[in-house]
């Protein structure tokens, strides 16, 4: 305090001994050895041990029902989250012998012992029977955290965290908060005196430092006050609290090398015998280090327990690090990884995490830029949603994210931060591979990257743990007095720093960093090769730090109530010393024999200059390391792999058609006698999905999920029925409480409502498409949308879920551009299906009538789950109401009317036998009303209308593809047939194909049909109006159709060009057609 020599001293020494003990961190600062008593005080804080349960003290003996269920809530405690992710482990580990998870009563009774909870005589049926709310003689987990809800859920995200203080303090109250009753404005002004006090003396810096450490002890004592946003550019574990290394450190370091070395040699070699398959080396020498402390100490494999492992999201360019380590686990052999990128022949692997391509390796497609880490926030939010509602154990099942600082650019990373902080994913862990470079160049020269994501993850709700300098770098960070080398650390670019990288010399950083800044006592013991050496080596190649800040981050998953990121900064090409930390790293894709020996050499690989030059002419083979299964370092990895549960990444997708039963043919036929009362396919799919959801265990696992459009989708009436899921339950009174469809939210909800984010949404829907693979539980997703708002706008999305193996239904619900009328320009649907068609596991329907839908529904139900295979159904759905007629007695081609539905045509309604001359329509959707209509005003012309429903034009084009393919390489055969040409080939007519799709849909077809085709359309912009006069503008309407028909009929000297003249007077269509989305001079 004497040091002070100012009013900080005076003050102090006047404030009581409480003030005093506020005031001690101030005082701390003024002395020496400061710097040891914050740092083992910091480490202190960061490793919370778990809460145990607490147990019961009502003694024994005839409690009732409610007394019992006081004391369960006691026993668990309102906070203690931990103590109700044992009670979820316990449960499980009980239930799980029949995958049934329910207990009996005496299995029930010994779980309540276990926690504090013991039960005799007969309190054990009392106990039982709050519980068993149907009677069965068994409680589902479900049931048990219904009764419970309000104390639980049992994730660790427990509702203590809902009262977590996020917020900020309001900018208007910095002028105006010491006039306010709570204030005393002269003990703030004194507050401020001292501050200013410490400032002078001791300087900015020392002064951050300082704030921060106030701040966080605030936060940890319950003080709701936000702490800012950015901390220093230091490690956020200091040395004095890292753990002890528990693996053999020489032995991973030896094993990281022989992965680094393959994975580069692979992508070298592969380029040389096979020019341009391209790859990256630089990727995974920079997050290489992490990687293995990852797979040696974290990565839960399938077969750890409390659910099937850890889903893990690679960084998609730096998969042959992965294929790297497989060669050497013995799962991959050597002819594979030789043919890395050529795959056609079937040897080889894939380019990056692609499930389907390497079904049984990868899990989880990551490579385009963005996606990846959404769909790792929604991974672990449906990993919780699978717990919460007791479909599953995913208790220790935790979800990795990889991703690359130049990737944090797209939207999708930006908006799955703030996705997970506001979900509380306490079961997510990302890790930010900050090295500084994009494909071109610097992340951001100019800025500093690491304290930039800083903000943005502390500030979305993440735990940051800040992994940047390594054990000799941070020597001189640690004895740093005054914080001035923290603070050039600080202002120097991200570019200067990738350029220090990339010269590697310890003259220039020892001039800029330390000299020109008034710096270089603090590194006069070190020569320029070991400067530049400390250097050289970040903190995301240290494994010691990295084990730190992955165990931190696993406990922070285990206890904690927050999502987790790590900002690990490395090298990009660490270890390549010719272009390590270069602009042109991304794009090397080969090395010469100079390169690989130097490579060789720091890497410790034993080879010789020889064996290099023999294997570095792309001769292969020659130059990959692997010691053999009996290597210390081999068995090293092995055995750690199997002490965390399997060797990882592996893809183990449960066969649901065995597991699974899916319902009867007869629960499809609601549809089949029609209905006269209008009504529209969006209202039917609504009731069937209502019918499939109570169908025991099958309804369990069908999972509705929409964008915040519930309500137009006719399914608010869920609401209240089925319940939308919410984690933390519902604290708050709905407006619509009183009613009997009342907006009703609960842990174990079944609904899903994801907000207005397509993108997240589609995200959500693969982790639940693929949970029969990632977790053995299948659940059947059903996400109804905008149509407009899928294909267009997430398409890139849709392919992922293709390359994830998804399974599930896409519903584009208020499609055509037509039908949904109001809406305009950028909300008309007329390419979806389209679309759908250049994804080859899509198939996308286009049903007009309510038993068109259940059959398709059937059909998609059973190839997903009763035929296993990995597809992905689009069906367009109409908000438009009209009569649902019943299924057609007679057969197309001999085939019954279900059937042809399914193989996306069959004739609707015959021609009437009594006119002289008669025209084929093809129509679907909606506009299938305006092709029947069409019968009648064609009727008035004397002429015949057989009516066809294209339910998929899509399917109708693929086998007619594969027939001509077929066809094309069988010379020696008859030509091939396909069933649209056994439908519409052997015709010399017309045929008039409308619907509410764009004409090139109709082309996918339209050379199967014989003769004369008339193809109707919605081409152009969409826009505002009736459907009327929309469908007029569009030229789809009947009066269109009628039209149509008479001008090819008349072409074909069938009937007089006068009669369509005279039929285009009636009507009043003309050609002219003014368009102001396309003609420059309109109006």
């Known amino acids: 305090v004497r040091a002070c020599r100012s009013a900080l001293a005076r003050r102090f020494c006047s404030q009581s001994a409480k003030m005093m003990r506020w005031t001690a961190p101030f005082k701390r600062l003024a002395q020496a050895g400061v710097e040891t008593a914050r740092t083992n005080r910091l480490g202190s804080r960061l490793y919370t041990p778990m809460i145990k349960f607490r147990a019961g003290s009502t003694a024994l003996g005839d409690r009732s029902a409610e007394e019992l269920l006081n004391q369960l809530r006691s026993v668990i405690g309102k906070d203690s989250s931990s103590s109700l992710l044992q009670l979820s482990n316990e449960w499980f580990g009980r239930a799980d012998k029949d995958r049934s998870m329910q207990l009996q009563a005496e299995e029930l009774s010994s779980l309540m012992a276990d926690v504090g909870l013991p039960l005799e005589g007969k309190e054990v049926q009392t106990f039982f029977e709050v519980f068993d709310v149907n009677k069965s003689g068994s409680v589902s987990y479900a049931d048990f955290t219904a009764t419970l809800r309000g104390e639980m859920p049992q994730f660790a995200a427990s509702l203590a965290f809902m009262n977590q203080y996020r917020g900020h303090y309001p900018s208007a109250m910095v002028s105006s908060g010491t006039d306010l009753a709570i204030f005393d404005k002269a003990e703030a002004e004194e507050w401020i005196e001292s501050l200013d006090a410490v400032i002078q003396h001791h300087g900015h810096t020392r002064t951050r430092f300082m704030l921060h450490d106030l701040l966080d002890e605030a936060v940890r004592k319950g003080v709701k006050v936000s702490p800012p946003i950015t901390t220093p550019m230091i490690n956020s574990i200091p040395t004095s609290a890292e753990p002890s290394y528990p693996g053999d450190l020489?032995?991973?370091?030896?094993?990281?090398?022989?992965?680094?070395?393959?994975?580069?040699?692979?992508?070298?070699?592969?380029?040389?015998?096979?020019?341009?398959?391209?790859?990256?080396?630089?990727?995974?020498?920079?997050?290489?280090?992490?990687?293995?402390?990852?797979?040696?100490?974290?990565?839960?494999?399938?077969?750890?327990?409390?659910?099937?492992?850890?889903?893990?999201?690679?960084?998609?360019?730096?998969?042959?690090?992965?294929?790297?380590?497989?060669?050497?686990?013995g799962r991959l052999s050597?002819?594979?990884?030789?043919?890395?990128?050529?795959?056609?022949?079937?040897?080889?692997?894939?380019?990056?995490?692609?499930?389907?391509?390497?079904?049984?390796?990868?899990?989880?497609?990551?490579?385009?830029?963005?996606?990846?880490?959404?769909?790792?926030?929604?991974?672990?939010?449906?990993?919780?949603?699978?717990?919460?509602?007791?479909?599953a154990d995913t208790s220790a099942c935790r979800v990795w994210c990889f991703i690359g600082d130049g990737e944090m650019d797209e939207p999708e990373s930006i908006y799955a931060i703030a996705r997970a902080g506001y979900e509380r994913l306490n079961n997510l862990i990302m890790i930010v591979n900050c090295n500084y470079q994009r494909l071109d160049g610097p992340v951001r020269g100019n800025s500093k990257v690491i304290q930039e994501f800083e903000g943005v993850f502390r500030?979305?709700?993440?735990?940051?743990?800040?992994?940047?300098?390594?054990?000799?770098?941070?020597?001189?960070?640690?004895?740093?007095?005054?914080?001035?080398?923290?603070?050039?650390?600080?202002?120097?670019?991200?570019?200067?720093?990738?350029?220090?990288?990339?010269?590697?010399?310890?003259?220039?950083?020892?001039?800029?960093?330390?000299?020109?800044?008034?710096?270089?006592?603090?590194?006069?013991?070190?020569?320029?090769?070991?400067?530049?050496?400390?250097?050289?080596?970040?903190?995301?190649?240290?494994?010691?730090?990295?084990?730190?800040?992955?165990?931190?981050?696993?406990?922070?998953?285990?206890?904690?109530?927050?999502?987790?990121?790590?900002?690990?900064?490395?090298?990009?090409?660490?270890?390549?010393?010719?272009?390590?930390?270069?602009?042109?790293?991304?794009?090397?894709?080969?090395?010469?024999?100079?390169?690989?020996?130097?490579?060789?050499?720091?890497?410790?690989?034993?080879?010789?200059?020889?064996?290099?030059?023999?294997?570095?002419?792309?001769?292969?083979?020659?130059?990959?390391?692997?010691?053999?299964?009996?290597?210390?370092?081999?068995?090293?990895?092995?055995?750690?792999r199997q002490r965390l549960g399997g060797f990882y990444p592996t893809r183990q997708p449960a066969k649901v058609s065995s597991i699974i039963e899916i319902p009867e043919t007869g629960t499809y036929t609601l549809f089949d006698k029609g209905n006269p009362k209008p009504m529209s396919t969006t209202m039917a799919f609504a009731s069937l999905l209502r019918k499939l959801m109570k169908m025991g265990d099958f309804g369990k696992r069908c999972v509705p999920m929409v964008t915040d459009e519930a309500r137009t989708f006719g399914m608010n009436a869920f609401f209240h029925e089925f319940k939308i899921h919410a984690p933390f339950g519902q604290h708050y009174t709905p407006v619509d409480h009183d009613i009997l469809m009342k907006y009703s939210e609960a842990p174990d909800g079944q609904i899903l409502q994801e907000g207005i984010s397509e993108a997240g949404a589609l995200c959500t829907w693969i982790a639940c498409g693929t949970s029969y693979a990632s977790q053995g539980c299948p659940m059947l997703p059903f996400f109804i949308y905008y149509s407009m708002f899928g294909f267009q706008r997430v398409g890139d999305f849709i392919w992922q879920a293709a390359d994830a193996r998804s399974r599930g239904f896409l519903l584009g619900a208020t499609a055509g551009r037509t039908t949904l009328n109001g809406e305009g320009l950028q909300h008309?649907?007329?390419?979806?299906?389209?679309?759908?068609?250049?994804?080859?596991?899509?198939?996308?329907?286009?049903?007009?009538?309510?038993?068109?839908?259940?059959?398709?529904?059937?059909?998609?139900?059973?190839?997903?789950?009763?035929?296993?295979?990995?597809?992905?159904?689009?069906?367009?759905?109409?908000?438009?109401?009209?009569?649902?007629?019943?299924?057609?007695?007679?057969?197309?081609?001999?085939?019954?009317?279900?059937?042809?539905?399914?193989?996306?045509?069959?004739?609707?309604?015959?021609?009437?036998?009594?006119?002289?001359?008669?025209?084929?329509?093809?129509?679907?959707?909606?506009?299938?009303?305006q092709a029947l209509r069409a019968v009648d005003l064609l009727a008035e012309f004397g002429v015949g209308v057989e009516i066809w429903s294209a339910t998929n034009i899509g399917e109708l084009n693929r086998e007619a593809f594969k027939a001509e393919r077929y066809s094309r390489l069988h010379p020696m055969e008859p030509k091939k047939s396909c069933w649209v040409n056994d439908c519409l080939g052997d015709y010399d007519g017309v045929t008039v194909i409308s619907s509410d799709n764009i004409s090139q849909y109709h082309q996918l077809i339209e050379k199967y049909c014989g003769g004369d085709v008339v193809n109707l359309g919605t081409d152009g912009f969409g826009r505002s109006d009736t459907r009327e006069q929309l469908r007029r503008f569009f030229e789809i309407d009947s009066e269109s159709i009628c039209v149509g028909a008479l001008t090819a009929l008349a072409r074909q000297g069938k009937v007089e060009p006068q009669v369509a003249q005279d039929a285009m007077d009636k009507f009043g269509i003309k050609y002219e057609r003014q368009d102001i989305t396309m003609d420059k001079d309109w109006p």
């Open 250 to 329: 020489a032995m991973e370091r030896r094993v990281s090398n022989l992965v680094r070395w393959n994975a580069a040699v692979m992508v070298s070699d592969g380029n040389k015998r096979a020019m341009g398959v391209g790859g990256h080396i630089g990727t995974f020498a920079s997050i290489c280090d992490v990687w293995e402390v990852g797979m040696n100490h974290f990565f839960r494999g399938k077969a750890y327990g409390g659910g099937q492992g850890d889903q893990i999201y690679m960084q998609g360019h730096a998969s042959p690090g992965a294929y790297a380590r497989a060669y050497l686990e």
């Open 334 to 391: 050597l002819e594979r990884i030789m043919n890395f990128r050529q795959e056609v022949g079937g040897k080889g692997v894939s380019s990056y995490p692609h499930p389907r391509l390497m079904p049984d390796f990868w899990e989880n497609p990551t490579v385009s830029m963005g996606i990846g880490p959404l769909c790792a926030v929604t991974q672990a939010r449906f990993f919780r949603y699978l717990h919460l509602r007791g479909m």
């Open 459 to 640: 500030g979305a709700g993440f735990d940051c743990i800040k992994l940047i300098w390594g054990s000799e770098w941070n020597k001189l960070v640690d004895k740093d007095p005054d914080g001035r080398f923290i603070e050039v650390l600080e202002r120097t670019p991200d570019g200067d720093c990738q350029r220090y990288a990339a010269k590697q010399d310890g003259a220039l950083l020892r001039k800029e960093m330390f000299d020109d800044n008034g710096l270089g006592d603090r590194v006069a013991h070190l020569t320029d090769a070991e400067l530049i050496s400390a250097y050289m080596q970040p903190g995301g190649h240290d494994h010691k730090k990295i084990y730190a800040a992955m165990l931190q981050a696993e406990k922070n998953a285990e206890s904690g109530g927050r999502p987790s990121v790590i900002l690990a900064k490395t090298l990009k090409g660490f270890s390549l010393a010719t272009f390590q930390g270069r602009n042109t790293v991304h794009q090397q894709k080969t090395m010469k024999d100079d390169e690989l020996m130097g490579f060789r050499t720091v890497l410790d690989i034993p080879l010789t200059d020889e064996q290099i030059k023999s294997g570095g002419e792309g001769q292969g083979g020659e130059f990959f390391r692997n010691p053999g299964m009996d290597s210390p370092e081999v068995k090293y990895m092995v055995e750690q």
């Open 828 to 929: 008309q649907d007329g390419h979806s299906n389209l679309f759908a068609i250049s994804n080859p596991a899509c198939i996308a329907w286009d049903p007009a009538f309510a038993y068109e839908l259940a059959y398709i529904i059937e059909d998609g139900i059973y190839k997903m789950w009763g035929q296993d295979k990995d597809l992905i159904y689009y069906i367009s759905l109409y908000n438009e109401n009209h009569p649902m007629p019943e299924v057609p007695k007679h057969t197309t081609c001999g085939v019954s009317t279900k059937e042809a539905v399914l193989k996306g045509l069959y004739k609707f309604q015959e021609a009437p036998a009594d006119k002289a001359l008669s025209v084929r329509v093809i129509s679907s959707g909606s506009i299938m009303q």
